[in-house]
């Protein structure tokens, strides 16, 4: 206790209250050899004014005052607040008063005997020792009382209690701010039960709390829990205790305590930080976050039991028209309902997502077989095309689903995601509102076009595509005639690409509609440079798709890059298959007419492949038909490609169409298609497409062949 400050300076005198000053002086020198310094007053009333300005070690004080007696004295020195250590002197040996001193607070009682002066130095030494012990004591208390009040206090700020239960007696203490916590007046409880305890707690989570606290009597364990309690003020409330034990001399379990803390705003703020972390807020659907926890959960637990997951990625078709033509609070209400019913579909152990947008995923747990999975496929999509009433609109949509399976299809979360994704893009290609498994070749395919695709974006303003030609030769002479325009895409990681590798994609995407006109504007211009730089004048032919004719004003764009390039309309023609032609043939009539009186020529492309009518041939201002090269390859040894070859031709003959054979590769099929009078050819035996450079010196020197 050497930390508490001393109360009493040592020097501070001893007060000597002593009408006999002679007997004062006495006392004094007597004290003096010890230490002791002494201040003598001779009444009670000079004694309480010295005291008014003093704070003496002590007070030796002569019962029989001449102004009061040395009781009424430590009377009106209490009364002024003061707590002084006295001793009491007098001359009568009285038992009954020694008592009544003793009584009133007295520290000792020296009679003025002929051993007095013997004694006093001893009585002021131990009076003092007493005085000093007390004072510690008083100390100690205050500093305690004052520890305690901080502790309450910063109990009541942490919304903490603590507790004591004595395991031997079985007695339990609880802090003011714990009995706040439960919403109790401690004065209704002067006992605490554990049995009664136990009736707080909720009763889920009252097994772990037995638990916890009996292991901590039994074997000492310290223990740390979370559980919900009923507080008579608040409900249903949520707190914390942690627990320590102290244990007897023999090692046994003899106290614990502890705190408990009400953590209800913690755990309420972090599950509402959970939530924004964790879902998405339209639909309250656990988000693209939370979906691969579940999915990593799912698929642990699927790898334990020898299960299947299934994934469903869920694409709604046509949303984003929906949400354009009907505002976003449609498209947003349109989400939820969505969300409903998608939630109708599934277990409640599965999990369902949203990943933004209108995708949506379903996680299925606990599935053995594949039909399991298609069953719910099924059911979601039955249920999304039923109509959806908002603001008394009836709203059609429909879903493409995508589906991988654990472990098939992928054995970690992002796989599995990924080819569901893809099996999804593969549905929505297919056919819109129908499902599709994933699987691997179409995982290769679909990834090939989604990287192709994206390129395709870039490829126009990166001037990655470039035009090859094919000389068209007059068999008979050599010359050539004219020249096919042929795209190549010099890709900057699959390298040179051939028409067949991406122009179906550009159709599908609508790309083709630009890389067209950049084709035509490029060939018109090619053509009209050759003809600046005084080459032989020929046609050039580019190839139309069948979706360039769905584009709007055909027909003058064409013109306006004829007349930007300043190409003579005759020295162009556009090549054209059947089947592009027969897709709208009311509406291509009326444009490819059109053409034909800018002066354009037409030519049927691969033509043998398609309808082949003659009867619809009338119908089309056609200047030329391109055999296609699949009749020319066999017609060598094929009789009846070569017979199909030779009424092409006759037929081109009475239509008064002229002719021309694509693909010949050999002297032979030239020689027989010489012979059935088809005079224009095109292919390897005369040249390869080639670059513009080399194009040009073909048409400076001519073929050699
Ligand atoms: P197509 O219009 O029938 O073009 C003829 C194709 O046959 C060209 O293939 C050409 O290289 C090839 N060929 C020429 N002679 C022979 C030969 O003797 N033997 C063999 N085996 N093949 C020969 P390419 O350049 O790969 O073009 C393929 C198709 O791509 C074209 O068929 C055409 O339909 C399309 N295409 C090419 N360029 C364009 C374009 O700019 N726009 C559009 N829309 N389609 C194009
Ligand atoms: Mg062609
Ligand atoms: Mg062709």
Redesign the pocket.
């Known amino acids: 206790m050497t930390d508490i400050p001393h109360g009493i300076p040592h020097t501070a005198p001893i007060l000597v209250i002593e009408d006999d000053a002679g007997f004062s002086e006495l006392m004094a020198t007597t004290l003096a050899e010890d230490g002791f310094s002494c201040q003598g007053v001779t009444s009670g009333r000079a004694a309480l004014d010295w005291l008014a300005a003093n704070s003496p070690l002590m007070i030796i004080l002569d019962y029989a005052l001449p102004d009061m007696t040395g009781a009424r004295f430590i009377e009106q020195m209490r009364e002024l607040g003061m707590e002084i250590p006295f001793i009491m002197v007098t001359g009568r040996d009285d038992a009954s008063l020694a008592v009544q001193m003793m009584k009133i607070g007295a520290c000792d009682y020296l009679l003025k005997d002929t051993t007095f002066l013997d004694r006093l130095p001893a009585v002021v030494a131990r009076t003092r020792h007493e005085a000093e012990t007390r004072e510690r004591l008083r100390r100690t208390e205050l500093s305690l009382r004052q520890s305690e009040a901080r502790l309450m206090r910063a109990q009541k700020i942490a919304g903490m209690g603590s507790w004591e239960w004595n395991i031997q007696t079985g007695e339990i203490y609880w802090s003011d701010e714990l009995f706040r916590i439960f919403g109790l007046n401690p004065a209704d409880h002067p006992k605490i039960e554990m049995e009664w305890l136990f009736t707080l707690v909720n009763p889920v989570d009252l097994p772990a709390f037995k638990k916890v606290i009996f292991a901590a009597a039994k074997s000492g364990q310290s223990f740390n829990i979370v559980y919900r309690i009923i507080s008579s003020t608040e409900g249903e409330i949520v707190v914390n205790s942690q627990g320590e034990v102290e244990c007897d001399a023999d090692g046994r379990a003899r106290l614990v305590s502890g705190t408990t803390m009400d953590i209800t705003a913690r755990i309420r703020a972090e599950s509402e930080i959970q939530q924004l972390i964790n879902y998405d807020t339209l639909t309250g659907l656990p988000n693209r976050s939370l979906l691969h926890d579940r999915l990593k959960l799912a698929i642990a637990q699927a790898a334990r039991d020898h299960q299947l997951v299934g994934v469903l990625f869920l694409d709604l078709d046509r949303f984003k028209g929906i949400n354009d033509t009907l505002g976003h609070r449609v498209g947003d209400k349109m989400l939820k309902t969505v969300a409903k019913r998608l939630a109708a579909c599934v277990r409640e152990s599965d999990t369902l997502a949203r990943l933004g947008g209108d995708e949506f995923v379903a996680i299925l747990v606990g599935v053995h077989t594949a039909e399991g999975i298609t069953t719910v496929a099924k059911k979601i999509l039955a249920l999304i095309s039923e109509p959806i009433y908002i603001d008394d609109q009836e709203i059609y949509t429909s879903g493409s689903i995508g589906i991988a399976v654990y472990p098939m299809d992928g054995d970690d979360s992002h796989t599995l995601l990924k080819h569901a994704d893809l099996a999804m893009y593969q549905a929505k290609e297919l056919d819109r509102n129908n499902f599709q498994y994933f699987s691997r070749e179409m995982n290769i395919k679909v990834l090939e076009r989604m990287m192709l695709e994206n390129s395709m974006r870039k490829a126009l303003e990166r001037e990655e595509f470039f035009l ?1 030609y ?1 000389p068209q030769v007059d068999a008979r002479t050599g010359r050539i005639t004219g020249m ?4 190549r895409w010099q890709h900057p990681d699959l390298g040179l690409l ?3 590798k991406f ?1 179906y994609l550009a159709e599908e995407t609508g790309f ?1 509609v630009p890389i ?1 006109e950049w ?1 035509l504007r490029s060939a018109c211009r090619q053509n009209k440079a050759w003809q600046q730089q005084g080459l032989p004048g020929v046609r050039v032919a ?4 069948a979706k ?1 004719f769905g584009q709007y004003h055909l027909d003058e764009m064409i013109a306006s890059t004829l007349l930007e390039t300043g190409l003579d309309p005759e020295w162009l023609e556009l ?1 054209i298959t059947e089947s592009a032609i027969m897709k709208d043939a009311e509406q291509n009539a009326t444009i490819l007419n059109k053409l034909k009186e800018m002066g354009i020529s037409l030519a049927i ?2 033509f043998g492949t398609g309808y082949s009518s003659l009867s619809y041939l009338k119908h089309f201002p056609i200047s030329r038909l ?1 055999i296609d ?1 699949s009749f020319v390859r066999d017609i060598t040894t094929n009789l009846d490609d070569a017979a199909i070859a030779e009424i092409i031709i006759a037929m081109a003959q009475t239509l008064k169409l002229s002719v021309i054979a ?4 050999t002297r032979a099929q030239m020689e027989l298609l010489s012979f059935n009078n088809c005079i224009e050819m ?4 005369f040249s ?2 080639v670059p513009a450079e080399q194009f040009a010196l073909l048409l400076r020197d001519g073929l050699k062949y």
């Open positions: 090859v094919q096919e325009a042929l795209l051939a028409p067949d122009i083709i067209g084709v580019v190839n139309l798709s360039q090549e492309d691969d391109k090269r694509e693909g010949v590769e095109q292919g390897y035996l390869r497409p």
